[in-house]
Each structure stands twice: as structure tokens, then as C-alpha cells.
């Protein structure tokens, strides 16, 4: 019984006939429009999410201002794990900006699964782990960067994302206003 999601997980775990049925069963494949939140401040986040297609920021509001922290794409996981697994209020928002399909899943779905397919808990800890591993990296490199090794470090390692975020987010990710962003981009291209 392969469908897409069975196909997804297969990626990372060999799945019975019976487990590929749970999988199918408790984690639904939706389409969202670009604009979509799909959490806002203050909501207590029910689901987490996986990119099959499309764009998720994160973003907080700090002093009426969007600072843009984190951009999710194709492959990777989108949860706001503090609000789901201790059911408080997010202090951020997940917003699509492309056209996004993921394959979402709620916190009961979740724990049904680990139920159903107990190996499907070690796959989620590994990850977790993966993922804290590359966060801590990422905000160590952010934190001893300026902006311009910044902008070359998301040269080298996300360019895809020039061509999909709009620029005033691509700033934001950055640490600074969108006319610095112009003129480090100038700066390079001339170097």
C-alpha cells in the first residue's frame, strides 16, 4: 500500500504493511496557499509538519517589527517543539511563502503512532538530534558573523533561498535593514 507518505517515510524506515497503513492513516498530506499562518503568537501549536513542497518562515513580532529566524524548505521538519510537547502558547509564528504542501501531523496522531510503529520514536529522537546539532552550528556561526560573512555563508549554503524569499526577509534572517542587504550583495558582486 505505497502512497506518498508511505513513500516519505520509507526514506528512512522499512515499513511493514500494517505500519505503512498507520503512517497513512495519522498523517495526512494538505496543500496550504502562500500567505498561510500556520501558527500564530499565543496559539498552543497541535501540529508539527514536514516539507514535501514549498517555503515555511519563522518568524517573532519584536517591537512591531518581523525578525525573520528560520526558513523551512523541501525535507525538513517545521514544529515549535516547546509549544507542542508542552502544550504553551507559541511565542513566534509559521507562515508559507510560496504555495506549500506538507504532511502534517497532530501531537494525539503522533503519540498514536508511537504506538503502532514504536520504531518510529527512535526515528523522530535522531531527528531531533540531527536537527539541535545543525541549530547549534547555525547560531554559533550567526552570533561570531557579521553581515557580510552572513550573506556569503547563505551563498554557500542556501542560494536557493535568494530566489525564493523576498528580499526584506532574506534582511531580517540576516540581522539588518533591507538597504544594507543591497549594498553587501553590490559589494560581492564587484569583489
Do not use: W
Amino acid at each position: 500500500m505505497e502512497n506518498e507518505i508511505t513513500t516519505l517515510i520509507s526514506r528512512f524506515l522499512t515499513l511493514t504493511e500494517d505500519e505503512s497503513i498507520a503512517f497513512t492513516e495519522c498523517i495526512p498530506i494538505k496543500t496550504f496557499e502562500k500567505g498561510t499562518i500556520l501558527l500564530k503568537e499565543g496559539q498552543v501549536s497541535r501540529e508539527s509538519y514536514f516539507v514535501i513542497e514549498g517555503c515555511v518562515r519563522k518568524y517573532y513580532i519584536i517591537d512591531g517589527d518581523e525578525r525573520t529566524t528560520e526558513f523551512y524548505v523541501e525535507d525538513e521538519s517545521v514544529a515549535s517543539l516547546q509549544s507542542y510537547k508542552n502544550m504553551t502558547p507559541a511565542n513566534h509564528y509559521f507562515e508559507c511563502i510560496e504555495d506549500t504542501r506538507l504532511a502534517v501531523l497532530s501531537y494525539e496522531k503522533e503519540q498514536e503512532l508511537f504506538k503502532r510503529v514504536p520504531k518510529y520514536e527512535t526515528l523522530c529522537r535522531m531527528s531531533i538530534e540531527n536537527d539541535f546539532g545543525e541549530q547549534q552550528e547555525a547560531l554559533a556561526k550567526f552570533i561570531t558573523s557579521n553581515p557580510e560573512a552572513r550573506y556569503k555563508n547563505l551563498l554557500e549554503t542556501r542560494s536557493d533561498l535568494l530566489q525564493r524569499v523576498p528580499q526584506y526577509h532574506l534582511a531580517s534572517y540576516l540581522g539588518v535593514k533591507p538597504e544594507s542587504l543591497s549594498r553587501i550583495r553590490k559589494r560581492i558582486a564587484k569583489g
